[in-house]
């Protein structure tokens, strides 16, 4: 089975989906942008102006992902691209409130909350704008998306529940079971 799971900052994507391959036994192929500037000790903003600049940045990462995706056969997937690139049985948008979204960035990279709620909306925003510019997709538009969960109602253990669940019934209808 192949899960993809997305959405914008601070909705909890990694988190979930390291949850969801414990509970399945699969591999959690994760590419960050974020991991990726700490390797190459910028801020994610700047890495993220280098991407805006030169094009290759994205379609390298974006390239290696879908390597690596192709190497299993289960796998879940926490990339903003992944629903559109992962050939996926279930695509997950994760989101939550803005002002959730951004306790959550500001206690994870130890920011301020304003600080978090402003580094939140440049990164979605220029996520958006690239992927736009790039591929031609809405990154935002959830009609690509099996199901939708508010992950500012419940903990990233109930989130993970919830997608084996929607996975286990789409099997069923499917006759997979």
């Known amino acids: 089975m192949k899960i993809a799971i997305s959405g914008l900052t601070g909705v909890g994507k990694t988190t979930t989906a390291d949850h969801v391959s414990r509970l399945l036994g699969i591999p959690h192929i994760s590419f960050s942008m974020k991991e990726e500037a700490r390797k190459r000790g910028m801020s994610i903003l700047e890495l993220q102006e280098i991407a805006k600049q030169d094009s290759k940045l994205d379609l390298e990462f974006d390239r290696v992902q879908v390597e690596e995706m192709k190497m299993h056969e289960d796998f879940v ?101």
Not at 105 to 121: G, Q
Not at 140 to 161: D, L, S
Request: proline share 2%; glycine share 4%.
């Open 77 to 177: 997937t926490s990339t903003w691209l992944g629903p559109w690139f992962a050939n996926a049985d279930i695509n997950v948008w994760l989101y939550a409130e803005d002002s959730i979204r951004a306790k959550r960035v500001a206690e994870r990279d130890a920011l301020t909350y304003d600080d978090a709620s402003n580094l939140m909306l440049l990164k979605d925003a220029g996520n958006k704008e690239r992927y736009s510019k790039l591929y031609n997709i809405d990154i935002t538009n959830t009609n690509k998306f099996h199901i939708c969960i508010n992950t500012g109602m419940m903990g990233p253990e109930r989130v993970a529940q919830i997608i084996i669940n929607a996975l286990e019934v789409m099997k069923k209808d499917k006759g997979e079971m």
